[in-house]
């Protein structure tokens, strides 16, 4: 954690000062703090032979550490008291192949945005953007490791993709139902089923409502059943809330009405689109777990890995240093007044929440100010 730096003077003084309330002490609540005449009597004896003066000695408890001061400020969402653990299981060590599933109606212009993300990530890719840049704040993702210490592969390529512009399944998805649209995909033949390297991401457009959008979830990741796929595959899927809740999954790009004119206000998006660059945040937090914990036994914090806390999680609504209770933190602006936090590939900016570095134990991502 790091060092908090403390109103109080560590020196504690001793006065020899009466405190007497003319009537009753003053009276704390919850809702007011009424204080009543106080009179403060200060009194000071002396004789012959000396003066009483104050006394200045330094009291100092050995049990707690020195206050130190610092100017430090990496300590959004640092916390000695995270237990991020490591499970034992399999993180995605291998090369990353993407597989992209569009549900619904999807525009050119948002499928470019979100591709240009993705492959934005990749190590490997000789476009590589200017620092601070997605592949940048993906090498935090990389610092975690299995049990032969193999970290999490920087190497993330799309491999295949699947337009499902018919709503196969309809216009309403449930948890299991997103995986019939993995399995129709599949079958559908536009590309194979992958269970070595394969990751599968189902993007939902506008005009597709899913189980617990919106109201707790605006994307999730999980793993396949062989009832349903036939194999046991890594997948994620999160939604376009342009339409839906922009003010819930497209933070700061849309703000709550109960925000009013008293809050900051919403930003612009680095793209030009609230719902697809609110799900580019979506997507990297979904991404970034989905590689940490595939089959939700690696990391994660909490003793239940039905509900368990993951990295992304741990750093939600964090884009810059000093963010925190509510604020994003430091982000940037282009000349147009658009905001982002970070250079994607052909000269793309995106705005990407943090992730929870395993070595700092605290919120992390390329822009930090130290």
């Known amino acids: 954690m790091a060092a908090v730096t403390s109103p109080f003077p560590s020196t504690l003084y001793k006065f020899p000062i009466s405190i007497h309330y003319t009537s009753h002490p003053p009276i704390l609540s919850h809702t007011k703090m009424s204080i009543l005449p106080l009179s403060i009597f200060i009194l000071l004896t002396t004789t012959a032979a000396s003066l009483q003066t104050l006394n200045t000695n330094t009291f100092v408890n050995p049990k707690l550490p020195p206050i130190t001061f610092t100017d430090s400020k990496k300590n959004e969402g640092s916390s000695e008291l995270v237990n991020l653990r490591y499970h034992m299981g399999p993180v995605l060590s291998s090369p990353i192949n993407i597989y992209i599933i569009w549900y619904g109606k999807w525009a050119p212009s948002q499928k470019l945005t979100i591709k240009d993300f993705i492959r934005s990530i990749s190590t490997t890719n000789h476009r590589a953007a200017p620092h601070p840049s997605v592949s940048d704040w993906w090498k935090t993702v990389t610092l975690y490791t299995d049990q032969t210490n193999a970290n999490i592969s920087g190497n993330i390529l799309i491999a295949g993709e699947y337009s499902d512009r018919k709503y196969s399944h309809g216009t309403h998805l449930t948890r299991l139902t997103v ?98 660059d609110g799900m580019i945040s979506v997507i990297g937090h ?66 990407v929440q943090w992730i929870w570095s395993p070595v700092l134990k605290a919120c992390s991502g390329p822009n930090a100010l130290d």
């Open 286 to 351: 979904e991404l970034a777990e989905l590689s940490s914990n595939p089959l939700v036994n690696a990391w994660y914090a909490g003793e239940d890995p039905t509900a368990p806390t993951e990295i992304g999680d741990l750093c939600e609504g964090l884009y810059g240093s000093g963010g925190g209770g509510g604020y994003i933190g430091q982000v940037m602006k282009d000349g147009s007044g658009r905001t982002f936090n970070m250079n994607g590939r052909r000269g793309r900016k995106f705005m």
């Open 179 to 276: 995986q019939d649209v993995i399995a129709t995909s599949v079958k559908s033949a536009p590309f194979p089923v992958d269970h070595k390297n394969g990751v599968y991401l189902v993007l939902t457009s506008g005009d597709v409502t899913v189980q617990d959008f919106c109201r707790a979830v605006c994307g999730f990741h999980y793993f396949t059943f062989p009832s349903k796929v036939g194999y046991t595959l890594p997948y994620a899927w999160v939604g376009n809330s342009g339409k839906q809740c922009p003010e819930v999954c497209a933070y700061p790009f849309a703000v709550p009405g109960y925000m009013g004119s008293g809050g900051p206000g919403s930003l612009a998006p680095p793209n030009g689109d609230v719902g697809v």
